[in-house]
């Protein structure tokens, strides 16, 4: 992993740069470029337009490990106001939340509860509920959770990382029950005890794990692949394999986050591929911001660009 990575992870769990950074200017400006709003409205309006194109969505409210048990609430409340605006917008759009946005840190039984209505509330509208994964010190809670979800329904998700020395073996349980997986490389500092930090293991581990999910003993009710990565080696490998396996397009979707290489999203859902984009939106965008400027360290000449326009 790069200096400036490790440097910019470090920053996103920094509450003193968060503070500062989000009431400075040039760095509003440049969360545009990833983020359409900070307002849900504006995350229905952009998936809209995307809509035309081929390019369904899926819609999350930034934030992460809330401070008391009552913001839980709010979060819930929020999420179903969402499901109501996908409805009413007449998208095809489904929602990622954060154990941790739930009340995960204060009460796990009462963060369960939470899920268990946003799942039957997805359920009822047909749509998917997407939970993300967060730093490994909620790994084994967050699969815990997924797996008395998924006892009741097919319809949750969970986002598994590739980095995690662990996701092998992870996978083959999840793989057995008919799991909705998102596999993605993992956005967090993690030890080299728990994580592989070599960019080259990752990518490998990354289409070793994909691959593993498109067998056919991986082919269970409710079992479904979400290869949530911006690679286009990784993907066009992955679609080679798709191709010579004969695998359905049922089986698996594509998912990218808003603003990154647009045209390949547009291009995926061209070639008849399943694409969904990852619209994120709300004020707490800091931590998530800089996990996202960690992955190209042109993004931050992009920032470094804009400090002097403005
Ligand atoms: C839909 C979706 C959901 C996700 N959910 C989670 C989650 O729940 N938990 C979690 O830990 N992580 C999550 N992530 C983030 C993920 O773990 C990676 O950190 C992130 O996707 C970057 O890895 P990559 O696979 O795109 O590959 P990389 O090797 O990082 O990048 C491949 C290429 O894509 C381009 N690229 C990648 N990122 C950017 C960027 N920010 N800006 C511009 N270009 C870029 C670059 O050209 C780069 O060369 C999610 C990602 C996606 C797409």
Redesign the pocket.
């Given at each position: 992993m790069s200096v400036m990575r490790k440097v910019l992870l470090w920053a996103s769990t920094n509450a003193w740069l968060r503070e500062r950074a989000t009431r400075t200017h040039f760095v509003r400006i440049s969360v545009r470029k990833?983020m359409p709003g900070e307002h849900i409205e504006d995350a229905i309006t952009a998936a809209v337009a995307l809509k035309p194109q081929g390019v369904n969505a899926?819609f999350t409210k930034l934030g992460e490990n809330i401070s008391q048990l009552s913001e839980a609430q709010d979060v819930y409340d929020h999420y179903i106001k969402v499901l109501s605006l996908i409805k009413g917008a007449g998208i095809d759009g489904e929602i990622?939340i954060k154990p941790t946005q739930l009340g995960y840190d204060q009460d796990k039984e009462i963060c369960f509860d939470y899920c268990m209505k946003i799942l039957n509330a997805c359920e009822a509208q047909n749509t998917l509920f997407w939970i993300?994964?967060?730093g490994s010190i909620y790994t084994q809670g967050t699969i815990d959770l997924f797996k008395r979800l998924r006892a009741h329904s097919t319809k949750v998700g969970i986002?598994i990382?590739a980095y995690m020395i662990r996701t092998d073996k992870d996978l083959d349980d999840l793989a057995a029950l008919g799991s909705t997986i998102?596999m993605?490389?993992?956005?967090?500092l993690e030890p080299p005890t728990v994580a592989f930090a070599e960019?080259s293991k990752v990518?490998e581990q990354?289409y070793k794990n994909c691959a593993r999910l498109l067998q056919d003993d991986a082919n269970r009710p409710g079992a479904l692949l979400h290869m949530?990565?911006?690679?286009?080696i990784l993907q066009d490998r992955l679609l080679a394999l798709i191709k010579e396996r004969q695998i359905d397009k049922s089986r698996y979707e594509f998912?990218?986050?808003y603003g990154?290489?647009t045209p390949r999203q547009l291009e995926l859902a061209r070639r008849g591929e399943r694409i969904r984009c990852?619209v994120a939106y709300g004020e707490y965008w800091f931590p998530w911001y800089m996990?996202?400027?960690g992955?190209?360290p042109?993004?931050v000449w992009f920032v470094i660009k804009n400090i002097f326009k403005g």
């Amino acid at each position: 992993m790069s200096v400036m990575r490790k440097v910019l992870l470090w920053a996103s769990t920094n509450a003193w740069l968060r503070e500062r950074a989000t009431r400075t200017h040039f760095v509003r400006i440049s969360v545009r470029k990833f983020m359409p709003g900070e307002h849900i409205e504006d995350a229905i309006t952009a998936a809209v337009a995307l809509k035309p194109q081929g390019v369904n969505a899926i819609f999350t409210k930034l934030g992460e490990n809330i401070s008391q048990l009552s913001e839980a609430q709010d979060v819930y409340d929020h999420y179903i106001k969402v499901l109501s605006l996908i409805k009413g917008a007449g998208i095809d759009g489904e929602i990622s939340i954060k154990p941790t946005q739930l009340g995960y840190d204060q009460d796990k039984e009462i963060c369960f509860d939470y899920c268990m209505k946003i799942l039957n509330a997805c359920e009822a509208q047909n749509t998917l509920f997407w939970i993300d994964m967060e730093g490994s010190i909620y790994t084994q809670g967050t699969i815990d959770l997924f797996k008395r979800l998924r006892a009741h329904s097919t319809k949750v998700g969970i986002a598994i990382q590739a980095y995690m020395i662990r996701t092998d073996k992870d996978l083959d349980d999840l793989a057995a029950l008919g799991s909705t997986i998102r596999m993605v490389k993992g956005a967090y500092l993690e030890p080299p005890t728990v994580a592989f930090a070599e960019k080259s293991k990752v990518d490998e581990q990354y289409y070793k794990n994909c691959a593993r999910l498109l067998q056919d003993d991986a082919n269970r009710p409710g079992a479904l692949l979400h290869m949530g990565t911006h690679d286009t080696i990784l993907q066009d490998r992955l679609l080679a394999l798709i191709k010579e396996r004969q695998i359905d397009k049922s089986r698996y979707e594509f998912a990218m986050l808003y603003g990154i290489n647009t045209p390949r999203q547009l291009e995926l859902a061209r070639r008849g591929e399943r694409i969904r984009c990852l619209v994120a939106y709300g004020e707490y965008w800091f931590p998530w911001y800089m996990r996202r400027l960690g992955e190209r360290p042109a993004n931050v000449w992009f920032v470094i660009k804009n400090i002097f326009k403005g």
